[in-house]
């Protein structure tokens, strides 16, 4: 898209899917959003983060610290876990401004095609967000109990999560690799479903070809027209996701030493703390987030496999707005590991009081992890392939589905 072009916003006449949205000088604007979310992120690590005072005892950390001290008690996956939650972040940034930069200088640069495949990769599994909720929650909890307080890079941390989501609103897909590899589309591609006309479309970079079967003539990647099996795998990874509930919900997900004596709490214990000392809304967060979410997440999931199966008079656009909705909640859940993670790093005040991650931590993680696998492991594709409600078929079929 050349910088004279108006800002265009393409969905799918089929079911209203936006397929990309491009705006005037997009690459420098990206480039720009990308640089000062970096800039950001890196003030946020140079000085104290949070800072938690009780009976005279006080304790401040840094946003690294939080690694260090789930490392230093043994609780190795839970701190390669917060690792990845600051390491991938870097990783896209930087991606970002290696393709914004070939997009702005129009040059092809080495390993761009692999750049543009890991963004695709790495974007669901951003969760900075989900971590500054995680924040406010865990402060919430401690506020009865000692007092809390921001340090100076506690702010460059907000700004960087904002800057960091409008880095990936503007990221769009289709338009970097249209930027970078433009590719017409095959000759005897006509209006209506490339599915019906014997094609397929990548969904890493958008690119048509021919077959409902291969590799993408543009990013290699391995396309299918319809992914065969899909519903098995979403199924056992549901089923994995249901076993590994129960522990997650019956142990500790968090111990509490105070003065000597020690008290575990599970995810609803937790809440029903929450809602004893009068924090209603943030109750009612973690319950939605750490109950609600995954159990309905796995229910939704297993009806759309149910669905898309048998005929059904359901709507195929319902059926696909319900599966944009649970991958768009799933990471969601990861709110109670974000709270624990900071308590852990915030309240070592050695005999006095002190907080640890329980068994469970891990257990709740693997419910997160699995349920995000199952919604990628997905194809909504499916529900089209089944004759449905008219009212699919109400609008004119222009979309490469």
């Not at 795998?233 to 509930?245: G, W």
Request: hydrophobic letters at 50%; proline letters at 4%.
């Amino acid at each position: 898209m050349s910088d004279s072009e108006q800002p265009i916003d393409v969905r799918c006449e089929r079911c209203g899917h936006r397929i990309t949205h491009q705006i005037v000088h997009q690459a420098v604007t990206l480039k720009w959003y990308a640089l000062s979310a970096l800039l950001m992120l890196a003030m946020s690590m140079l000085y104290s983060f949070l800072g938690f005072s009780a009976k005279g005892v006080e304790h401040r950390f840094r946003f690294t610290d939080t690694i260090e001290v789930l490392l230093n008690n043994h609780f190795v996956a839970l701190g390669i876990l917060l690792s990845l939650l600051l390491i991938l972040p870097v990783i896209y940034l930087l991606l970002t401004l290696y393709a914004s930069a070939a997009i702005e200088h129009k040059r092809t640069l080495p390993g761009l095609k692999l750049s543009l495949r890991m963004l695709w990769g790495i974007e669901p599994w951003l969760m900075m967000d989900v971590f500054l909720v995680g924040i406010l929650v865990a402060l919430i909890k401690l506020h009865s109990m000692a007092q809390v307080e921001f340090g100076l890079s506690f702010w460059p941390f907000c700004l960087f999560v904002v800057l960091l989501v409008k880095t990936l609103l503007l990221c769009d897909r289709v338009w970097l690799w249209n930027s970078l590899f433009p590719q017409a589309n095959p000759e005897s591609l006509q209006t209506g479903v490339a599915h019906t006309q014997g094609m397929t479309v990548c969904h890493c970079c958008g690119a048509v070809s021919h077959g409902l079967e291969g590799y993408c003539p543009r990013c290699s990647t391995h396309v299918q027209s319809r992914t065969k099996g899909h519903q098995k795998k979403t199924v056992a990874l549901l089923i994995a996701s249901c076993v590994m509930f129960i522990p997650a919900n019956w142990f500790p997900i968090m111990d509490t030493a105070f003065l000597g004596s020690s008290h575990g709490s599970t995810i609803l214990g937790g809440v029903i703390l929450l809602w004893a000392t009068g924090s209603y809304p943030i109750a009612l967060v973690v319950f939605v987030a750490s109950v609600v979410v995954p159990i309905f997440k796995i229910l939704l999931l297993s009806w759309l496999c149910w669905q898309s199966r048998h005929q059904k008079p359901r709507s195929a656009k319902q059926l696909q707005h319900f599966y944009f909705f649970t991958e768009f909640i799933g990471r969601w859940s990861m709110i109670d590991i974000f709270v624990v993670a900071i308590l852990t790093a915030l309240v070592q005040l050695g005999s006095l009081m002190r907080i640890i991650p329980g068994p469970a931590i891990i257990a709740f993680a693997s419910v997160v992890v699995l349920t995000m696998l199952a919604a990628q492991s997905f194809d909504p594709r499916s529900f089209w392939d089944t004759p449905r409600s008219p009212e699919d078929y109400s609008t004119k079929e222009t979309s490469l589905d």
